[in-house]
């Protein structure tokens, strides 16, 4: 079946430009993340949600950053104001969690190369 | 101090050789322990996972989880080429939070 998707897959934007990533789940997944990658870093958490309870938006760095999520479908990530330390590898991954605190397998996609100039 | 340690390498080994990659972590809250493989430009996929202390094996690859001293492993027998890529070590108490450590790049060579 098809995997996470995300687009674009790059993005070239001048600073101070609003941009909005999508990522399309895996279908049924009910839990969704977002994680920054920033070149020779590791995965930086971004935002968590779980079906219909409130995301867990602790990771994001700052008001400039939102996301939504509308069911178990779509995300969108939205960075107002764009900065050049924004330029990294947006990541998306869902997982089939039914319950809140129980793990499973995450499963990403392939990314969005952010370029701030 | 980082939540999860890495050594971001690179590593670099003759083909058939075995390889060891490494993490350490500070919270002792996480039980879930996971291995991902990041091919460039590509998004990780889930290798293995071991839940608290213990050792798990998957044809070459071995993981190992050394909860008293906050220490994992991967190990990876008869290495091929194939298995060039960046493996991020992750790791979580509850599953709402995932820590992944900073990824470390192995070259298997021919």
């Known amino acids: 079946g098809a995997g996470v998707s995300q687009s674009p897959s790059n993005k070239v934007t001048e600073k101070g430009k609003d941009v909005e990533l999508r990522c399309d789940p895996i279908?049924?997944?009910?839990?969704l993340y977002w994680y920054r990658q920033r070149l020779g870093q590791g995965l930086e958490f971004l935002i968590y949600f779980q079906g219909n309870s409130a995301p867990d938006k602790s990771g994001l760095p700052s008001d400039r950053f939102s996301a939504e999520r509308t069911g178990e479908s779509v995300s969108t990530l939205t960075i107002q104001r764009t900065q050049q330390e924004d330029s990294a590898v947006y990541l998306c991954?869902?997982?089939?969690?039914?319950?809140?605190?129980?793990?499973?397998?995450?499963?990403f996609g392939p990314g969005t190369r952010l370029t701030v100039l | 101090q980082k939540e999860v340690e890495q050594d971001p390498g690179p590593l670099s080994v003759p083909e058939g050789a075995i390889v060891s990659l490494n993490c350490t972590y500070s919270?002792?809250?996480?039980?879930?322990f996971m291995w991902y493989r990041q091919y460039s430009r590509k998004g990780p996929e889930l290798l293995m996972y071991t839940y608290s202390s213990g050792n798990k094996e998957d044809g070459r690859f071995t993981a190992q989880v050394d909860k008293s001293s906050k220490y994992i492993s991967l190990f990876i027998r008869d290495s091929q080429p194939s298995d060039s890529a960046t493996y991020l070590c992750a790791m979580t108490g509850t599953g709402n939070q995932f820590y992944f450590g900073t990824g470390t790049s192995l070259t298997v060579i021919p």
């Open positions: 991954a869902s997982s089939l969690q039914y319950l809140a605190g129980a793990w499973d397998t995450q499963y």
């Open positions: 279908s049924g997944h009910t839990a």
């Open positions: 919270n002792s809250a996480f039980q879930y």
